[in-house]
């Protein structure tokens, strides 16, 4: 796993040098938030067509600094690269039926919780997911409470991370496609 100082550098190579240099000076001057819109304002502007590897990542990076809702209409009209791309694919959309917790994993932990599938491996299947808890007012609690780690259709090989564990969550995906 790369770290996350590095990963910016990586976002910010994704545009012009100008801009790129804002990103850094974002990153260097703790504005992360304010980064990452200035990192998908500058994809849309220069239309610069991204890997669904690289917008997956960006999201998780979104996820990290609370930015993730405010950030993912913008990050889905980035362009794609068109390439293919065997890797990550950021699948969450605004019409994602939340799943109840028990229909994705055993671990008592889930078992009130509802779970967003947020960002699919293309190769071997497995979904990273967002668990939260429902309102009183009926909404998603705004934070993820767990990030899960799924196969769809077998509820018996789940793996739970932490709430400040997207990154890990995410390295967590790669490395079990490696390993399969």
């Known amino acids: 796993m790369i770290d996350e100082a590095t990963q910016w550098r990586r976002f ?38 991204i890997s669904d590897t690289v917008r997956a990542e960006i999201a ?36 994602t039926v939340p799943l109840p917790g028990s229909s994705v994993g055993t ?30 007012w009926g909404d998603l609690s705004y934070h993820a409470r767990h990030y899960v780690l799924f196969v769809p259709g077998r509820s018996t090989s789940t793996a739970l991370f932490a709430t400040d564990s997207a990154w890990g969550a995410l390295t967590e995906l790669r490395m079990s496609c490696v390993q399969a």
């Not at 545009?15 to 500058?42: F, H, K, N, T």
């Not at 362009?79 to 950021?90: A, I, M, P, S, V």
């Not at 932990?109 to 939260?132: E, K, S």
């Open 60 to 95: 998780v990076a979104a996820e990290v600094w609370g930015i993730r809702t405010a950030l993912a209409p913008g990050l889905g009209r980035c362009l794609g690269d068109h390439r293919e791309d065997t890797g990550l694919r950021l699948i969450e959309h605004a019409d």
């Open 12 to 49: 910010a190579a994704l545009l012009p040098p100008a801009d790129a240099a804002g990103i850094v000076d974002c990153w260097d001057i703790g504005e992360q938030e304010a980064g990452l819109d200035r990192l998908v304002a500058g994809l849309l502007e220069h239309q610069v067509p």
């Open 107 to 136: 671990d008592t932990a889930l078992a009130d919780l509802l779970v967003v599938p947020w960002i699919a491996c293309t190769r071997c299947g497995r979904v990273l997911a967002r668990a939260h808890n429902r309102e009183p």
